[in-house]
């Protein structure tokens, strides 16, 4: 059973930085594509970022902020996010991608950006 | 990175059947034949629904179907039941391998 678990949420003052990360289980995770994607309270979907094989994708509204990355040996998908603003404020998802499609979704871990 | 467009709301009554429209342009929908849909319930991660437009994952009720006709995709429900009040989100690929979601659709079944 595929399972994803993300951690690493929390409150953290605007400009502030955190780490998320995302355990992976139930799949031969080094051979798959991984995103996340978020959502702000009370709203829709967005792609986040994408990492496949060494490629990395970002969405231009976290493009040179966020860092996208993961530990093959570890099953783990990580984001850094830094100089967060209010607007970064939303629930985080990982996703495992099928490069067309996200196939299994986590729980998510939630981000407040808020003095 | 634009959102697809789609209605706010849709709703319809049990049995009946009902189409929600996600509209993009020539850089995402129509240049692409990877729509996917999600199924989202309150506090719970979305679910796949549909993918590579068509497409249903293994044990996926065979009351969702899908669609795409130039920029434009569609997801029909039919049959609808109460378990399928939910909201519902597209997404494609778009040019420069990023991905764009729709604004989200809330399904009411009255």
């Known amino acids: 059973e595929v399972q994803l678990l993300e951690s690493g949420g929390g409150l953290v003052q605007p400009g502030g930085s955190l780490r998320l990360s995302c355990a992976a289980s139930?799949?031969?995770?080094?051979?798959?594509?991984m995103a996340w994607v978020r959502q702000a309270p009370g709203k829709g979907l967005e792609w986040v970022s994408t990492?496949?094989?060494?490629?990395?994708y970002y969405a231009d509204s976290v493009r040179g902020r966020f860092t996208i990355s993961r530990d093959n040996s570890r099953n783990t998908l990580y984001l850094q996010m830094n100089s967060l603003s209010p607007g970064d404020t939303a629930l985080y998802y990982c996703a495992k991608y099928r490069e067309r499609y996200f196939d299994y979704w986590g729980r998510g871990t939630l981000v407040i950006v808020s003095s | 990175q634009s959102a697809l467009t789609q209605p706010a709301s849709v709703s319809g009554s049990p049995g009946q059947s009902i189409t929600i429209s996600c509209t993009g342009t020539s850089n995402d929908i129509g240049g692409y034949k990877y729509v996917s849909w999600y199924q989202q319930h309150p506090g719970k991660a979305p679910k796949l629904m549909i993918y590579d437009v068509t497409n249903r994952p293994s044990g996926v009720s065979d009351r969702f179907s899908g669609s795409k006709s130039g920029n434009t995709a569609s997801l029909t429900i039919s049959g609808l039941q109460a378990e399928d009040e939910a909201d519902y989100y597209c997404t494609s690929p778009s040019k420069t391998n990023t991905r764009v979601f729709g604004g989200g659709t809330k399904l009411t079944v009255l």
């Open positions: 990492i496949s094989g060494d490629e990395v």
């Open positions: 139930g799949f031969t995770f080094s051979t798959y594509a």
